[in-house]
């Protein structure tokens, strides 16, 4: 409060924290020191491990590292898919795509946990991660992806839809960059999912490469 209260003052407007960070496919040893700069700047609500066909032992030990980081900026960590070790990995929620497993389980074990849930352009699916008690929604892909090249596309008018019916946080996914992001935050999108533009930026380190979104 008293910081907030010395930003007006001061004339800051602090950040919004309007961006969904997701991993890159491959976690070296330098990405830690990465990420600790990138949620520095404040913009970051939360931070989605996305990693595939790992072994759960590296799996939990990777995650351990992500967890200090993200409760030493206040970011909430979330575990994609693997919703059966959310509470092992000490995670705030999971993730879970159309096609990662029963949500009525998930939403069971999660219990005080988020549950986000992938909905592409599909109402119907909106409705039914709702039914769901999802904490979230995620539509996309917008754009074309690096990171899902073959994910099935949408149209902006799915997230003025979700806004008026569904009623829950949206998250949009899929090719956001620091150009096409007002769009989809115009149409209704509460977070915007970000990857390669971080991660795989050949112009850009990560650290500035956050700085686009405000």
């Known amino acids: 409060m008293v910081r907030r209260i010395r930003e007006r ?19 070296n040893q330098s990405f830690y020191a990465s990420l600790d700069k990138v949620l520095s700047f404040k913009n970051v609500k939360f ?3 996305r990693l595939k066909n790992v072994d759960q032992n590296k799996l939990l030990n990777i995650s351990k590292k992500i967890k200090k980081i993200t409760t030493k900026h206040k970011v909430k960590f ?27 389980v998930a939403r069971k074990k999660l219990k005080g946990k988020i549950l986000g849930i992938t909905c592409h352009n599909s109402k119907i699916l909106a409705n039914n991660a709702l039914k769901n008690k999802a904490d979230y929604i995620a539509h996309g892909s917008f754009f074309k992806s690096k990171l899902k090249p073959r994910a ?22 899929g090719g956001i960059n620091n150009i096409n992001y007002k769009k989809l935050m115009s149409a209704g999108a509460n977070y915007i999912a970000l990857s390669s533009y971080i991660w795989d930026n050949p112009n850009l380190k990560p650290e500035i490469a956050i700085k686009k979104f405000k």
């Open 9 to 27: 003052i001061c004339g800051i407007t602090p950040l919004k924290r309007l961006v969904y960070l997701i991993s890159p496919n491959k976690i």
């Open 78 to 104: 979330i575990i994609n898919d693997y919703f059966t070790l959310t509470s092992r990995i000490k995670a705030n929620g999971c993730h879970m795509g159309q096609l990662d497993g029963s949500f009525k």
């Open 47 to 49: 931070f989605q491990l």
């Open 152 to 173: 099935k596309k949408s149209n902006i008018s799915i997230l003025k839809w979700s806004k008026k019916n569904i009623k829950k946080p949206i998250v949009a996914i």
